[in-house]
């Protein structure tokens, strides 16, 4: 059984930075793309960040390109979300998801295993 541990999350002012960072056991993290999504109060979860296997593809939401940059680490099994310039508008639980496959896929119900979330919150 596939599990994700994410870690990195916090309370950060405006226009600072998180990495956060998904430890993968249970499988080979080379054989599963690889998401962030994150959840705010009150709003459906959400899109952030995809990462093919090899990690050569990536694909954003609007709201974070150019921000937020994923990667992955096939050798250590983890998966990365550097964010940079935060919001305070990017307050959410933010989550890893894996799938097997190959296509960057945007919706959360397309993904097989996921972390319990990280708590990111950014202040004014």
């Known amino acids: 059984q596939v599990q994700l541990v994410e870690s990195g999350g916090g309370l950060v002012q405006a226009g600072g930075s998180l990495r956060l960072s998904c430890a993968v056991s249970?499988?080979?993290?080379?054989?599963?793309?690889m998401g962030w999504f994150r959840q705010a109060p009150g709003k459906e979860r959400e899109f952030v960040a995809a990462?093919?296997?090899?990690?050569?593809?990536?694909r954003y939401a609007d709201s974070v390109k150019g921000r937020f940059t994923i990667s992955r680490d096939n050798a250590k099994n983890t998966v990365y979300l550097q964010t940079n310039s935060l919001k305070p508008e990017d307050t959410a639980v933010y989550y890893c998801a894996a799938r097997r496959g190959v296509t960057l896929h945007i919706s959360p119900s397309l993904y097989t295993y996921w972390g319990q979330g990280t708590q990111v919150t950014v202040s004014l």
């Open positions: 249970g499988g080979t993290l080379s054989a599963y793309m």
């Open positions: 990462i093919s296997l090899s990690g050569g593809d990536t």
